[in-house]
């Protein structure tokens, strides 16, 4: 049972480069989503994903990329990294939204990720 | 945009005793879901409670009670007979249509 995780757990990277944050789910979990948890902003989404090849940005954005070719894994990407990034990622699936029972997240461990 | 609040940004209680958290929120969809999870220092979310907003009944999982004002659009989180494993960040979250709304969290600390 091995629900949600995250890989890499901690991520040390320098400005400009392309980072890729992994999140697999074995709950075949229709929704999944991507936030960032900073200090005083609580948890921001970055993207969302309501199926396979179904993706639709959050909040904040801007400088991420995201892909979900398969039910289980929604990869996020930082193209060209920046300081301003450095944050505690957190994956999360759901299995529905307000329409289909608005049952809740499950979230993964997070990823810790420094850009220098 | 919907926004979740939560005003207080740090609260203790001294063990055994029972603590609120608050939260408000603002929606103008009439069907909803509200929740409460728990950040413990491994950093790790874990779901608290989870409440319909149909519902007129207040939920409640064990020592955890929700008071649900709809009116009000407040959600304030009872917890009875705090423990120190009780001493975590807490944070409100709305889901309305697919997407979940967070709030900035509170710092609870169980005191002995």
């Not at chain 1, 400088?63 to 930082?78: A, D, I, M």
């Not at chain 2, 603002?26 to 409460?36: A, M, R």
């Amino acid at each position: 049972d091995a629900g949600i995780t995250q890989s890499p757990r901690y991520k040390i990277t320098e400005t400009g480069r392309q980072v890729t944050l992994m999140c697999h789910q074995t709950w075949s979990h229709s929704y999944m989503f991507w936030y960032r948890q900073d200090l005083g902003h609580g948890l921001r989404l970055i993207y969302y994903s309501a199926a396979a090849d179904i993706t639709d940005k959050g909040e904040v954005p801007d400088g991420y990329v995201v892909s979900r070719s398969k039910t289980e894994n929604f990869p996020l990407t930082l193209e060209s990294a920046t300081r301003s990034q450095t944050s505690v990622y957190f994956c999360a699936s759901s299995e529905s939204s307000v329409a289909s029972g608005g049952r809740a997240q499950y979230f993964g461990p997070g990823t810790r990720l420094l850009v220098l | 945009a919907q926004t979740v609040t939560q005003s207080q940004p740090e609260m203790s209680v001294q063990e055994a005793e029972t603590v609120t958290l608050s939260c408000t929120y603002d929606t103008s969809e009439s069907n909803y879901y509200l929740f409460w999870y728990k950040q413990p220092p491994s950093r790790q979310m874990i779901l608290v409670i989870r409440q319909e907003a149909y519902k007129q009944q207040n939920a409640t999982e064990n020592r955890f009670s929700v008071n649900f004002q709809k009116a009000a659009k407040s959600f304030s989180l009872k917890i009875s007979d705090s423990q120190l494993g009780d001493t975590a960040m807490y944070f409100c979250a709305s889901l309305t249509g697919n997407q979940f709304y967070f709030g900035t969290g509170t710092s609870l600390t169980v005191i002995p």
